[in-house]
């Protein structure tokens, strides 16, 4: 019997991790975590703009004197993802599923995650830029992530040759909203980060990854 959908789409973090992929990243430079959070805050709350937290957050991390892309790259390959994850992945593309990965993290991130759970596609919305010595100098992002995840989404849909209706999509964060409006299938997971209100657009909540074999 022929899948009745096509392709599942994932965020990654809190979905497929038990961490932050952004404070993690603070955490293994040796960076102030606090320092951190105080400028994730103030940009929340419009007392910083995206160009001033972004450059905030650079300096904390090149202040460190690791913040290159081999340091970065050898930080995030020890990313843990949740225990049932590896196993899920295996299966939906055992079932003739495409897999696609659309985090708001950044793409050393996304590309790692990738290649840990054997999938071709991903999204994320932070480019590092590093300049010829592998230092990191910049990162590109956009505030609107979930216009964001939703414009990548249909960049995906367009190039595999499905329709937006034809795909599940796995999250648990605001960001994830507009993703859940514009799928057949979308599905909430109750995580240590999950913002409740995606809970409003999806047509399942679950608890755990290993719920999705019995939904699909």
Request: aromatic letters at 10%; charged letters at 25%; hydrophobic letters at 35%.
């Amino acid at each position: 019997m022929p899948n009745k959908y096509k392709a599942v789409i994932f965020d990654i973090d809190g979905t497929l991790t038990t961490t932050n992929s952004w404070v993690e990243i603070t955490k293994a430079l040796g960076a102030d975590s606090q320092k951190h959070d105080q400028i994730y805050l103030a940009r929340k709350a419009g007392a910083l703009n995206l160009e001033d937290s972004r450059k905030l957050l650079l300096e904390l991390w090149q202040n460190t004197k690791n913040a290159n892309q081999t340091f970065l790259r050898s930080s995030l390959s020890n990313t843990k993802l949740r225990p049932e994850a590896k196993k899920l992945f295996e299966y939906l593309h055992q079932n003739g599923y495409t897999t696609c990965l659309i985090t708001g993290s950044n793409n050393l991130f996304a590309q790692e995650i990738a290649n840990k759970l054997g999938t071709k596609h991903y999204y994320a919305n932070a480019e590092f830029k590093f300049d010829q010595n592998g230092q990191l100098i910049h990162y590109d992002y956009n505030i609107d992530q979930g216009a964001k995840k939703l414009e990548q989404l249909q960049d995906f849909c367009a190039k595999q040759k499905i329709k937006l209706e034809d795909c599940v999509a796995v999250g648990d964060g605001a960001n994830d909203i507009e993703m859940m409006k514009n799928v057949g299938l979308p599905i909430a997971i109750k995580t240590e980060y999950e913002d409740q209100e995606i809970e409003k657009y999806t047509k399942h909540t679950i608890k755990n990854l290993e719920e999705i074999y019995a939904i699909l």
